[in-house]
């Protein structure tokens, strides 16, 4: 029984992975390249489960979240203020811009599947995530999250097998293609795999679960949890190969609709919906969690999750989605200065973490091995090439003006974020 609440208990780590824009992104990757790129999902499983456990570990051995401890960690002076300014605003801000998304997408979903107003569809899923996230605590909406995360495996699982993908092309997608790096197309879509499955909010709602919990069921947690999350990403892939053209919602459903017939249409439409409920869930709760533990603190009656500030929080962030979701629009401004900040946010965060994990007076026995050591500088590198290739896409994007060669820029961003991690850890370690 233990075990089972522990899966419980984590599967809000799926439901936060899987949102609208994972859906997008899978979805198109499979249109454009068909199985070919299993493998990004496969390795953003590691990269999510490896800075996941860190973040466990690390709330585990001092009994605080990762906000906290950040906080803790830079009390004064600048780096206490640029701490304060960069990760609340940025999770703050990604969270609102990402909430917009979510619900255009669940109510997509819902258009998929049923017929109805798409105004009265948009309020209905805003009181369905208002109304999980008033259930409880964070970990009885954490447990909730389950039923979401079943409906979404269901409905796209089923669908993808009811395309008889075939064996030999699934398992030849889980190596890289040689020459993939020189194609920007697949550089991009790679980026697109793992940078909606590496989030920076998720990993400040990981360690908030697991407070009070043990390391073995933590791990245990995970593992089942971002494990479940990219099958389930693998069949929305392989969902999207059935499609030739350019992605959208309503031109996959016309697909599936013809090849595989109406149930099909209406299971995606549920796993969209799932995804789109889930996250518009997840993505308030982490930053209400964020806030509390870089202004607040967890005793504090007004931060609880009955308090009016920590409610404040995540009603706020559920009501920026809502008025985008009613406007019809995507808040394109909001969404590329989220992306700008997390592009930031993602290395360091990541940089954070392996220097906390090396240090022996913070974590003690629990510090970081050889082989933790080794997983946490790959996957440094990987979120020092995707945050920031988003934010020298953004950039050029609002100053006009182009980017170097994919395959110079990547690597290079890649290495600068290893050598970094390297001297972080020697100085953590002294």
Not at 86 to 98: D, E
Not at 101 to 124: H, K, Q, S
Not at 169 to 191: C, E, K, Q, S, T
Not at 403 to 422: C, E, K, S, Y
Request: net charge positive.
């Amino acid at each position: 029984m233990k075990r089972i609440g522990s899966i419980l208990l984590w599967s809000a780590i799926a439901a936060a992975l899987i949102g609208p824009g994972t859906v997008t992104a899978a979805a198109s990757a499979g249109a454009n390249t068909g199985a070919a790129l299993l493998w990004a999902l496969l390795f953003s499983g590691i990269a999510t489960f490896t800075l996941q456990e860190f973040a466990g570990r690390l709330a585990v051995a001092t009994g605080d979240d990762l906000a906290t401890v950040l906080r803790r960690r830079y009390p004064t002076g600048f780096a206490h203020f640029a701490t304060l300014l960069l990760v609340g605003g940025s999770i703050l801000l990604g969270c609102a811009a990402y909430e917009a998304g979510n619900i255009l997408g669940g109510a997509a979903g819902a258009m998929l599947a049923f017929n109805g107003p798409r105004a009265g569809i948009t309020l209905g899923l805003a009181a369905a995530a208002a109304l999980l996230l008033l259930a409880g605590s964070p970990h009885s909406v954490a447990r909730l999250m389950a039923v979401f995360v079943a409906l979404m495996g269901g409905g796209f699982l089923l669908v993808a097998l009811s395309l008889a993908p075939p064996a030999a092309g699934l398992l030849a997608g889980l190596v890289p293609a040689p020459g993939f790096a020189d194609d920007p197309a697949a550089l991009l879509a790679v980026l697109a795999l793992v940078g909606t499955t590496v989030v920076p909010y998720n990993l400040f709602l990981g360690a908030a679960l697991a407070r009070g919990q043990g390391l073995g069921d933590v791990r245990f947690g995970l593992a089942i949890s971002v494990g479940l999350g990219v099958v389930i990403t693998a069949a929305i892939l392989v969902v999207g190969t059935a499609l030739a053209g350019e992605f959208s919602f309503a031109a996959l459903g016309d697909v599936l609709d013809e090849r595989v017939g109406a149930w099909a249409r209406t299971g995606a439409g549920i796993g969209l919906l799932a995804a789109g409920i889930s996250s518009a869930v997840t993505a308030p709760l982490a930053a209400a969690l964020t806030a509390r533990g870089l202004f607040g603190r967890a005793d504090d009656p007004r931060w609880q999750a009955s308090g009016w500030r920590f409610r404040a929080v995540w009603g706020a962030v559920l009501l920026v989605g809502l008025g985008f979701g009613l406007a019809e629009i995507r808040p394109a401004p909001a969404i590329l200065a989220a992306q700008a900040f997390n592009g930031i946010l993602l290395p360091l965060v990541a940089l954070f973490l392996l220097a906390a994990m090396n240090d022996a007076g913070l974590l003690g026995e629990r510090v970081n091995g050889l082989l933790a050591n080794a997983f946490g500088l790959l996957v440094v590198g990987v979120a020092a090439m995707l945050g920031l290739t988003a934010l020298a896409r953004a950039t050029a994007t609002l100053f006009g003006f182009d980017l170097p060669d994919p395959g110079l820029m990547l690597p290079a961003f890649a290495l600068l974020g290893v050598f970094t991690g390297r001297a972080v850890m020697r100085r953590a370690a002294l």
